[in-house]
């Protein structure tokens, strides 16, 4: 089943259409493909990203995501679709600071099904071991974690739910070299291993070299080629 | 999940959550005291006398019989002759009658001359009759039983000597100094006047005032107890009495009857009647009492309903990434209610708390001061009531932050 299929979408937040924020002709996705984006900030990226997951919805066109019409689904189903199908990791707050590791991830578990949140503690703390997060660090609010240590929590956080798409918007920018290389290191493995399909966007072209595909946002939106 | 979210968001902003519960727990503190006292002071007023089905008085208003005969504050308009209540009290329907003659006092304390019926029929409360601490009823002319404060207060035990002074006024001059009474009995607590009063049987009134002459004494009485014992002690006058009838059936009738008797101007009141027309002046204060109160918990809530909304410009982000991973509006919505819940229920809680503990060390305190006896059972039906008024009043004063954070999440 395709990842993505885009037909006319346009959005704005006014009806005027000089105003249009998004306007793409078609785009789609395969499963499994990484898709890496780029593009200068301010060009509707997180506009176009909050479309594809379903916080905005968009003024006219079709979404489909994983075969469902997101278009054509209410608010909170599109934010159940969300919490079952889709990951996501930001460049940075990525964790609610007061909670620590353990209990940011069985949040989105919370979101997923709200399953009783012991059982799950094991299914987590593999996770937080795989991706290399000592163990000391489990249990502190994530506001006293580095950078480095928060990014991975975030990824652990992106796939617990075993989601087939993930979304990363700009996750490296706030790391430094050594901690870039090891968090794209992770990403990938996990992403190869569970077959998801990878939405990378960032403008730091160096990173796009393991994907599949590497898009400008000018090319695929009409908005930003202007 | 939810719950922990909410704690623990509350727990990383300790600092104004802390000050918000602080206001909430003061202003929940008074509110509930407020309503305690208020239902205690009702209470224990309302409970001041039961079991009477009239008084009867000289007339004058049935507020200020009532005054003066049961709780012992103002001055009688006047007396009424002893032939009338003999009169009245052998009337078929009458099953008791309790005389009360006041007029002197003791330290502040007023003395009430009686007789020994008062122990037998005089109830209060929940009919509760009164009950002796040590000793007996007076026996002899110059018997005094204290009531249980003027015991507490003064330090008197059974056995001492108290001098009666002539008039209600602290200071008196002039003292009954010739004959003192002595100490037979104490009574036990009530929480009504009965505590702050003396009580003599009426020949001993009677006694103190024999070589008294428009109230003032007349020099060189030689008069002994002896003499005294000898003589014809009935009284011509009463202040007021309590009647008790057979039958509450007749209650009407013999007060209409009383109200027409045409060889005195006299007027019978109904007590619970006239307690609850003199409870009724106390409305006004009630009200403000209240008003104030709620204004208060109003105040206070308005204070949590703008931490919270400034705390939802600083959680932007954080609604933002709480949407990311599915969380809905509602959601959000719901979050920031059931914080402002758990800031009312801890203060409720601690409230209640500093409550309890305040009325446990303040109760001697007002004992002592109002003669109120205040239970430290804070729970009645209105304050469970105010306290579900003011869980509701949160939710309503958390709309605009949630509601706020509600659309920075769509």
Known sequence: MISFNLEGVRFSYTDATNDLIVDIGKWSVNPGEKIFLYGPSGCGKSTFLNIISGMLEASEGKVEVLGKRLDQMSPRQRDRFRAHHIGYVFQQFNLIPYLDAVANIQLARYFYKGNDPIVIRQEIEELLFTLNVSSSDWYKPAQKLSIGQQQRIAIARAFINKPEILIADEPTSSLDGDNREKFMSLLTALVAKNHTTLIFVSHDKTLSKSFDRSEAFSEITKVGAE | ?410
């Open chain 2, 1 to 410: 999940m939810f719950l922990r979210l909410a704690t623990e968001s509350l727990l990383s902003r300790r600092g104004s959550v802390l000050m918000t519960i602080m206001a909430m727990t003061v202003s929940i503190y008074v509110l509930l005291g407020v309503e305690h006292l208020r239902h205690q002071a009702k209470e224990s007023f309302t409970n001041t006398i039961s079991g009477t089905d009239l008084i009867v008085g000289a007339r004058t208003g049935s507020v200020n019989l009532l005054l003066y005969s049961v709780f012992r504050v103002g001055s009688p308009t006047n007396n009424i002759k002893w032939d009338s209540f003999k009169h009245i009290s052998s009337s078929k329907n009458v099953e008791w009658s309790i005389p009360i003659s006041l007029g002197d006092s003791h330290k502040g304390y007023r003395v009430i001359g009686t007789n020994r019926d008062y122990f037998k029929y005089f109830s209060y409360g929940d009919r509760y009759s009164l009950k002796f601490l040590e000793g007996r009823p007076f026996n002899k002319i110059l018997d005094v039983v204290l009531g249980f404060e003027v015991a507490s207060q003064l330090g008197y035990k059974l056995g001492d000597k108290i001098v009666v002074a002539h008039g209600v006024s602290k200071t008196s001059f002039s003292l009954h100094d010739d004959r003192p009474f002595t100490v037979v009995g104490i009574l036990e607590p009530t929480g009504t006047p009965v505590d702050q009063s003396l009580h003599v049987s009426l020949q001993g009134i009677e006694a103190i005032h024999i070589d008294w002459k428009q109230g003032v004494k007349i020099p060189g009485s030689t008069l002994t107890i002896k003499q005294i014992e000898e003589m014809n002690l009935e009284p011509k006058t009463i202040t007021a009495f309590m009647v008790g009838l057979k039958s509450r059936l007749v209650t009407f009738r013999l007060q209409r009857a009383i109200n027409n008797y045409n060889k005195e101007p006299l007027m019978a009141i109904l007590p619970g009647v006239a307690l609850s027309e003199l409870w009724q002046m106390m409305r006004i204060l009630e009200g403000t009492l209240r008003l104030v109160a709620v204004l208060v918990v109003l105040a206070s809530l308005l204070g949590l309903s703008a931490m919270l909304l400034a705390s939802i410009r600083e959680r932007e982000r954080e609604i933002q990434l709480l949407r990311v991973i599915g969380g809905s509006p509602l959601f959000i919505f719901l979050l920031i209610e059931l914080e402002a819940i758990l800031i009312t229920i801890v203060s409720i809680c601690l409230a209640i708390l500093v409550l309890y503990f305040s009325l446990l060390s303040s109760d001697a305190l007002l004992t002592y001061h109002f003669g109120l006896y205040v239970s430290t059972n804070i729970f009645s039906i209105s304050s469970v009531f105010y306290l579900s008024l003011i869980i509701l009043a949160t939710i309503f004063a958390a709309v605009i932050p949630s509601l706020n954070a509600y659309r920075s999440a769509k």
